[in-house]
C-alpha cells in the first residue's frame, strides 16, 4: 500500500491513523530555506511552526516506531543558530525520547570559505522515539569488518583489556565478541554518504541510501513508512522498492504529481465529509 496525500502537513496528518506508523523519515524546509515553495520559516518561528506537526507525528507513530528528522542550524549575523536545540528541548517537553543522533557526513561537498568559517559537510539526523523500547533490526545494516581488528589487537595494551567495562557489554574488558573475530562488524552513528547531484527536480533531495539504512535497520517488510515533507519522493520510492508501505505527503503540487507518476499511484485526497481518505477519480499517469 502506498498513499500520497497533497497539501500541508499540519492538516494531511489528521487523515492518518494513531499509532499506525512504524518509521517516520523526513526533512522538512530548514530555518529560511526554500521561501519560495514552503515560505521560508524563520528560526524565531520554527518552534511555533513545527510544534503542531510533531504532535501529529508522535500520534501516528507506533510505541515501537522511529522518528528520524534531518535538520541543519543555519548562522544568522555570524553565529550559529540556536533553533535545533531549541526544538529539540521542546520536542522532548512534547514527550518525545530523544534518544540518538546521527551525523550525515556529505562525502562530495564542494569546498568553500567565508571570512569566519569553513563549508558545512555534515547535517544531523535526529532519532526520536515514543518509549526505550522500540525496533531495531542492528545486524540489517552491518558493515565489512576488514582487518581493522587485526590491527587494533597487534597493540592492544593490557590497559584497552581492562578499559570500558560498560553495563551493555560494548568494552573491551567486557565482550570484545561484538567487534573480535567476525568478518562484519557493526557501523556507527556516522554515515558517509554523497549528496544528490543529478536530481533535476528537487535542490534537496536526499540520496537513497540514506533512507535506505534508517528503513532497513527500523522496519520489516510490511511496515509502513511515512515522509510528511515527501519532495521529490526519495524515501517513499525506496521504502516501495524494499517492499514497506510507504505514506508521502507534498504540498507542491508538481513533486506530487511527479512521486504520483513514479509510482503509478492514484492521487489521494481528503473527501471532505468524514476525514476519510479516497483515490480521486482519475487514473495514475502510467
Same mark, same amino acid.
Given at each position: ?158 590497559? $584497552?583489556? %581492562? ?5 551493555? =557489554? &560494548? @568494552? ?5 565478541? *561484538?567487534?573480535? #573475530? /567476525? ?38 517488510? $510490511?511496515? %509502513? ?5 515527501? =519532495? &521529490? @519522493? ?5 521504502? *516501495?522498492?524494499? #517492499? /514497506? ?42
Amino acid at each position: 500500500m502506498n498513499k500520497i496525500l497533497p497539501g500541508d502537513a499540519k492538516t494531511q496528518l489528521n487523515q492518518i491513523e494513531d499509532d499506525s506508523i512504524d518509521l517516520i523519515v523526513t526533512s522538512p524546509p530548514y530555518a529560511d530555506q526554500r521561501k519560495s515553495t514552503y515560505g521560508g520559516i524563520s528560526p524565531e518561528e520554527y518552534l511555533n511552526w513545527f510544534l503542531p506537526i510533531g504532535r501529529q507525528l508522535r500520534r501516528v507513530l507506533k510505541p515501537s516506531g522511529t522518528f528520524i528528522l534531518n535538520i541543519k542550524e543555519k548562522v544568522v549575523d555570524g553565529e550559529r543558530s540556536t533553533y535545533v536545540m531549541e526544538l529539540i528541548l521542546a520536542m522532548r517537553k512534547q514527550g518525545w525520547l530523544w534518544t540518538e543522533e546521527f551525523i550525515w557526513h556529505k562525502k562530495n561537498s564542494h569546498p568553500g570559505k567565508w571570512p569566519n568559517r569553513f563549508r558545512d559537510s555534515w547535517e544531523r539526523l535526529l532519532q526520536f522515539n515514543k518509549q526505550r523500547d522500540f525496533k531495531m533490526n542492528q545486524e540489517a545494516v552491518m558493515v565489512p569488518m576488514g582487518d581493522w581488528a587485526k590491527s587494533r589487537l597487534r597493540n592492544l595494551s593490557e590497559t $584497552d583489556k %581492562t578499559r570500558d567495562n560498560s553495563r551493555v =557489554g &560494548s @568494552g573491551f574488558g567486557k565482550n570484545i565478541s *561484538n567487534w573480535v #573475530g /567476525r568478518t562484519m562488524a557493526y557501523p556507527s552513528n556516522v554515515l558517509h554518504l554523497a549528496t544528490e547531484c543529478n536530481n533535476k527536480n528537487h535542490s534537496a533531495a536526499f540520496p537513497e541510501e540514506l533512507p535506505e539504512w534508517f528503513i532497513k535497520l527500523f522496519t520489516d517488510g $510490511d511496515d %509502513t513508512v511515512l515522509d510528511p515533507f515527501m =519532495g &521529490s @519522493g526519495t524515501t517513499v520510492i525506496v521504502a *516501495n522498492r524494499l #517492499g /514497506r508501505n510507504a505514506i508521502g505527503i507534498e504540498i507542491v503540487p508538481e513533486y506530487v504529481e511527479m512521486v504520483k507518476e513514479k509510482l503509478a499511484l492514484p492521487l489521494f485526497e481528503s473527501n471532505g465529509k468524514n476525514g476519510q481518505i479516497e483515490p480521486e477519480r482519475r487514473h495514475a499517469i502510467r
